[in-house]
């Protein structure tokens, strides 16, 4: 099957497929950047017991990588700290320095290579370092499933004022969507592309009026909305899982959506419930005054809500355990904007309206605070976050560790702590790092 480089009919999997095959082969050949596990395994496993009956436990050693922001009093980043300057802690426990990369003005200063993996059997000489000074590495999402279709117009002309304050010479980006358009752009460096990629969009999500009358409610919650924050959630894991091939190089993962709430105006849907129940049916806009309904732990039992909201973390943590294992920032952006009060359209309760944007817009603080970014939600000021967005991701460390991974830990989260040896400066990091999951395996205890 044949893609090009913008094509409304690509589906995700293949554009994951085709980044995949760029980051190993284009990657490597113009850009000299090594194809390796953004974590990458070191010496051979050990056995620590191995007898009838008795489990046999593994033990490995894994180059664990994050980028590092350090800024003086007056914000301005500080370009002169050495590997002695950082202090790593995981779990508490302090680690020592391997490898350190300065990105500063555009350039690359490779500060401290990682020694080699203690190997076994005939010892090959190590390749000779290639001096990478490419520039960073933008993957744009799309969620046209949670992007109300009157918003299209807006998103179209927001994505190109975003490329355009983004995206530098030098920088390579992506697109990839979910909704129905399947409009793709495969790593490139021309922003026509882009352009062109967001003329195409179009925005798929539900209306409240579609979100309390027609959606098909099953034993926890509207399935449809499970479905779709479920695909979103799929495309964005597959495509950090790629990036994890790249290394020493700032990625960033732009997402552009208007969060999840997985179960929404439950108090309309409620109301609309009992109404058909007792056969007296409902118009356009029901009179809520005076509605009372069973108590709260009959209704929440009823509709699901904490196994929908359990859900929904669930698949936040795995998407920013893989975005901390590729050492890739998310930034959320909520193109909504600033909003204060419901649409003149919206007939529901301020009430219910104001705690399902507050789902929504917490749910992209999430995905962008794990994972050592920033939110744009409810504001209007983006020129100005959008240039913080660029200066953050231009100027930065890229500060790398040996950890133990004990075998029979797969999936596993354990807690990261960045700081330097410098008075007046603050430090800006990830906070921790999920092990990879062997296929099949769970994490749960």
Same mark, same amino acid.
């Given at each position: 099957m044949r893609c090009f480089l913008l094509n409304s009919s690509c589906s995700a999997s293949m554009w994951v497929r085709l980044l995949s095959f760029t980051a190993a082969i284009g990657l490597?050949?113009?850009?000299?950047?090594?194809?390796?596990?953004?974590?990458?395994?070191?010496?051979?496993?050990?056995?620590?017991?191995?007898?009838?009956?008795?489990?046999?436990?593994?033990?490995?050693?894994?180059?664990?990588?994050?980028?590092?922001?350090? !800024?003086?009093?007056?914000?301005?980043?500080?370009?002169?700290?050495v590997p002695e300057d950082f202090v790593i802690e995981e779990e508490g426990l302090p680690q020592e320095v391997a490898s350190l990369v300065l990105v500063h003005g555009g350039r690359v200063q490779n500060m401290l290579t990682p020694g080699a993996a203690v190997q076994e059997g005939i010892i090959l000489p190590s390749s000779r370092p290639v001096n990478n000074s490419a520039g960073r590495i933008f993957i744009f999402f799309i969620d046209e499933l949670h992007l109300d279709p009157q918003m299209t117009p807006k998103v179209r002309h927001f994505i190109k004022e975003v490329g355009e304050t983004l995206v530098h010479e030098g920088d390579l980006f992506g697109m990839i969507t979910n909704g129905p358009t399947r409009v793709t752009v495969n790593l490139t460096y021309d922003r026509e592309f882009l352009n062109a990629a967001a003329d195409k969009l179009l925005g798929t999500g539900l209306t409240p009026r579609e979100l309390i009358f027609d959606l098909q409610r099953g034993p926890a919650g509207p399935r449809e909305l499970a479905? !779709?924050?479920?695909?979103?959630?799929?495309?964005v894991r597959d495509s950090l899982d790629v990036l994890r091939e790249v290394e020493d190089r700032r990625k960033v993962l732009i997402y552009v959506s208007t969060g999840y709430d997985l179960n929404p105006y439950s108090y309309q849907r409620e109301y609309r419930t009992l109404l058909s129940t007792r056969r007296l049916g409902f118009g356009d806009a029901p009179d809520f005054n005076g509605f009372e309904l069973e108590d709260p732990i009959t209704r929440i039992q009823r509709q699901g809500a904490v196994f929908r909201d359990g859900d929904l973390v669930q698949e936040l943590t795995e998407v920013t355990d893989a975005a901390n294992r590729a050492n890739t920032t998310v930034y959320t952006i909520d193109p909504r904007g600033l909003?204060?009060?419901?649409?003149?359209?919206?007939?529901?309760?301020?009430?219910?309206?104001?705690?399902?944007?507050?789902?929504?817009?917490?749910?992209?603080?999430t995905l962008a605070e794990l994972t050592g970014g920033m939110a744009i939600v409810n504001t209007?000021?983006?020129?100005?976050?959008?240039?913080?967005?660029?200066?953050?991701?231009?100027?930065?460390?890229?500060?790398?560790?040996?950890?133990?991974?004990?075998? +029979?830990?797969?999936?596993?989260?354990?807690?990261?702590?960045?700081?330097?040896?410098?008075? +007046?400066?603050?430090?800006?990091?990830?906070?921790?790092?999920?092990?990879?999951?062997?296929?099949?395996?769970?994490?749960?205890?």
């Amino acid at each position: 099957m044949r893609c090009f480089l913008l094509n409304s009919s690509c589906s995700a999997s293949m554009w994951v497929r085709l980044l995949s095959f760029t980051a190993a082969i284009g990657l490597t050949s113009s850009f000299g950047v090594n194809a390796q596990s953004q974590t990458s395994p070191s010496p051979p496993e050990t056995d620590q017991a191995e007898t009838d009956g008795v489990p046999l436990f593994r033990s490995g050693t894994t180059l664990v990588r994050t980028d590092v922001i350090v !800024r003086d009093e007056n914000g301005l980043f500080v370009p002169n700290l050495v590997p002695e300057d950082f202090v790593i802690e995981e779990e508490g426990l302090p680690q020592e320095v391997a490898s350190l990369v300065l990105v500063h003005g555009g350039r690359v200063q490779n500060m401290l290579t990682p020694g080699a993996a203690v190997q076994e059997g005939i010892i090959l000489p190590s390749s000779r370092p290639v001096n990478n000074s490419a520039g960073r590495i933008f993957i744009f999402f799309i969620d046209e499933l949670h992007l109300d279709p009157q918003m299209t117009p807006k998103v179209r002309h927001f994505i190109k004022e975003v490329g355009e304050t983004l995206v530098h010479e030098g920088d390579l980006f992506g697109m990839i969507t979910n909704g129905p358009t399947r409009v793709t752009v495969n790593l490139t460096y021309d922003r026509e592309f882009l352009n062109a990629a967001a003329d195409k969009l179009l925005g798929t999500g539900l209306t409240p009026r579609e979100l309390i009358f027609d959606l098909q409610r099953g034993p926890a919650g509207p399935r449809e909305l499970a479905w !779709r924050a479920h695909q979103a959630f799929r495309t964005v894991r597959d495509s950090l899982d790629v990036l994890r091939e790249v290394e020493d190089r700032r990625k960033v993962l732009i997402y552009v959506s208007t969060g999840y709430d997985l179960n929404p105006y439950s108090y309309q849907r409620e109301y609309r419930t009992l109404l058909s129940t007792r056969r007296l049916g409902f118009g356009d806009a029901p009179d809520f005054n005076g509605f009372e309904l069973e108590d709260p732990i009959t209704r929440i039992q009823r509709q699901g809500a904490v196994f929908r909201d359990g859900d929904l973390v669930q698949e936040l943590t795995e998407v920013t355990d893989a975005a901390n294992r590729a050492n890739t920032t998310v930034y959320t952006i909520d193109p909504r904007g600033l909003v204060s009060t419901p649409d003149i359209d919206v007939d529901v309760p301020l009430e219910d309206w104001t705690e399902h944007m507050r789902e929504t817009r917490t749910s992209l603080q999430t995905l962008a605070e794990l994972t050592g970014g920033m939110a744009i939600v409810n504001t209007n000021n983006f020129d100005d976050l959008l240039r913080q967005i660029d200066a953050e991701t231009s100027d930065y460390y890229i500060v790398g560790y040996y950890t133990t991974e004990p075998g +029979g830990l797969e999936g596993r989260t354990r807690a990261l702590d960045v700081s330097v040896k410098r008075e +007046g400066v603050s430090v800006r990091s990830r906070t921790s790092y999920t092990f990879s999951r062997k296929p099949g395996t769970s994490t749960t205890p």
